[in-house]
């Protein structure tokens, strides 16, 4: 149920994205730098990340998390590319703060996931740091 209410939530926001103003630079607020990650490697935490990327994000962000997904295609603006230093270079809380609130063509999943379940995400993302490999 959960991934079906995830792929509509895809489509309203692909709908809601088909529009022409300038795309501005999505910047978290500056208190969310002090969010503090409760799973910061902890092991369990990105393998239960992984499970929900697969479930929800994989279809935008792609596998790889370099934001080539097939449903990321028609999106403006374009998927995070997970790689990518720009989104490496964000604070963890920076990042939970973004899948929590959304912004179009991004779901907000502050009602999808729970607490517990972005941080795992936040966790797993980290892992598409190339710049560690």
């Not at 209410?5 to 809601?16: D, G, K, R, W």
């Not at 978290?28 to 730098?33: K, M, R």
């Not at 992984?50 to 449903?71: F, L, P, R, S, W």
Request: charged content about 20%.
């Amino acid at each position: 149920m959960k991934t079906i209410l995830s792929i509509i939530s895809v489509l309203i926001v692909t709908l809601i994205s088909m529009r022409t103003d300038p795309i501005k630079e999505w910047k978290a607020p500056t208190e969310a730098n002090n969010f503090i990650n409760p799973f910061k490697g902890n092991t369990v935490a990105i393998a239960e990340g992984k499970k929900t990327y697969i479930q929800i994000c994989i279809v935008c962000h792609g596998e790889k998390g370099k934001g080539d997904g097939i449903a990321g295609i028609t999106l403006s603006p374009k998927p995070g590319n997970f790689t990518s230093p720009k989104v490496q270079a964000q604070t963890d809380g920076e990042i939970f703060w973004k899948m929590t609130e959304g912004r179009p063509p991004m779901a907000s999943y502050k009602t999808i996931l729970n607490e517990t379940q972005r941080w795992q995400l936040v966790n797993y993302l980290r892992t598409f740091n190339t710049l560690k490999k």
